[in-house]
């Protein structure tokens, strides 16, 4: 029975061809929105990660709280660094110290931000030197006078290049001149920090040569890329916890945790929006039960001759329900086709990654067939209820 559903179904339809096809519209807009809503917030959401990711995903910064207490700040000290090292899931600690100086070479002058490092900042932030080499232990332990210029600032001081082995001069209140012993490539801005326009120094020597400032301004972090990154902020802030008996002595940021709250927000939007756009589908259905009646009336006689002839009424019911299902889940192919073409163009146009949930598109699919059952159920009803007597009089 079901073949023979199916082949008088899509006669009938093609019978009328335009009807089918104005019909189908609104199922095919429905699908489509969800299906372009749904895959577009997954490409969004996937872009924001991947941006995130860029400033690696691993690291962490840990920076007095605003409540911080005199315990907090007793402990906030470079020699906490190897205990917060020690917590499982974190594989380096390095205290950061960074300020506001005017640098200068020759007659050009910047206005930018020192930085203090270590040799473990290049694995923490997969810094590429452009030219000569990043800091180095050695340089460390000797406090050697040098610097690490960010790709901005050495074109700003060097617009003619040769940074490298050059000098320059730190002004301030403890003026100091450093020997330039690399340039960074490019890189994008994480966590507050730029590297572009930043110098980065050995910490040694700026808290021996150039200020010596009572405590970190935070603890940027290395954790394990092979664990949650999520989960080692959480036992972080557990640390604080238990050193201090506060939770709010810390604030904790991590750009995973930043990754996982945008891309939430996304697909929260995203869900609200296909939310609307499913509306269409009901509207879509209307119109296929009050085409699926019109099409009952027109074919009244043809029923009245099936029953005349010993069809039953659940006979007549599989027909019309067919013929329904048969509409709602051609247009919902026809939707998930547009929706996931209109996406692409709209990720490709954007940038973003072209993400296509298959399980949404099962999903608005099914969601068709449904609609087409749900209104499809009372016009079939219908015709299966006429009397044969009446049917085969009708005009």
Request: hydrophobic share 50%; charged share 15%; glycine share 8%.
């Amino acid at each position: 029975m079901i073949p023979e559903n199916l082949r008088t179904s899509f006669q009938s339809l093609a019978g009328n061809k335009l009807r089918t096809l104005l019909s189908m519209i609104g199922i095919v807009i429905g699908v489509a929105s969800v299906v372009a809503i749904t895959s577009y917030g997954s490409s969004a959401a996937e872009n924001i990660k991947a941006q995130i990711a860029k400033a690696g995903l691993e690291t962490i910064t840990v920076a007095l709280g605003r409540d911080a207490g005199a315990e907090a700040r007793r402990l906030f000290k470079d020699t906490l660094a190897p205990s917060l090292a020690a917590v499982d899931g974190v594989l380096d600690a390095i205290p950061v110290n960074q300020r506001s100086v005017t640098i200068r070479a020759g007659k050009e002058t910047a206005t930018d931000t020192l930085v203090t490092a270590t040799s473990g900042f290049k694995a923490l932030f997969s810094l590429e030197a452009a030219e000569g080499r990043f800091i180095s232990d050695e340089d460390a332990k000797e406090r050697s006078p040098v610097v690490v210029l960010g790709a901005e600032l050495a074109t700003t001081l060097f617009p003619a290049g040769g940074a490298v082995g050059s000098y320059v001069r730190v002004l301030g209140e403890n003026p100091q001149q450093l020997r330039v012993i690399g340039v960074l490539a490019e890189k994008n801005d994480t966590m507050g920090m730029s590297f572009d326009s930043s110098a980065f120094v050995p910490r040694s020597t700026y808290l021996s040569r150039i200020a010596r400032p009572s405590r970190p301004d935070r603890f940027v972090i290395r954790a394990d890329a092979a664990r949650d990154p999520a989960a080692t902020a959480k036992r972080i802030e557990t640390f604080f916890f238990e050193l201090t008996g506060s939770s709010s002595a810390v604030r904790v940021m991590s750009p995973s945790t930043i990754a996982e709250t945008m891309s939430g927000v996304t697909q929260t939007l995203a869900a609200f929006l296909t939310g609307i756009a499913a509306i269409s589908l009901v509207v879509g259905g209307i119109g296929i039960m009050n085409i699926m009646l019109v099409s009952v009336t027109e074919r009244t006689r043809e029923i009245g001759i099936r029953k005349a002839i010993g069809a039953q009424p659940g006979a007549i019911l599989a027909q019309f329900l067919t013929e329904a299902v048969v509409l709602t889940g051609s247009g919902g192919l026809a939707g998930v086709a547009l929706g996931a073409l209109a996406s692409y163009v709209a990720t490709r146009v954007l940038s973003y990654p072209f993400v296509l949930s298959a399980s949404a598109c099962v999903l608005a699919w099914g969601v068709s067939a449904a609609t087409g059952i749900f209104f499809g159920l009372y016009p079939a009803a219908r015709a299966a209820r006429l009397d044969p007597v009446a049917a085969l009089s009708y005009e």
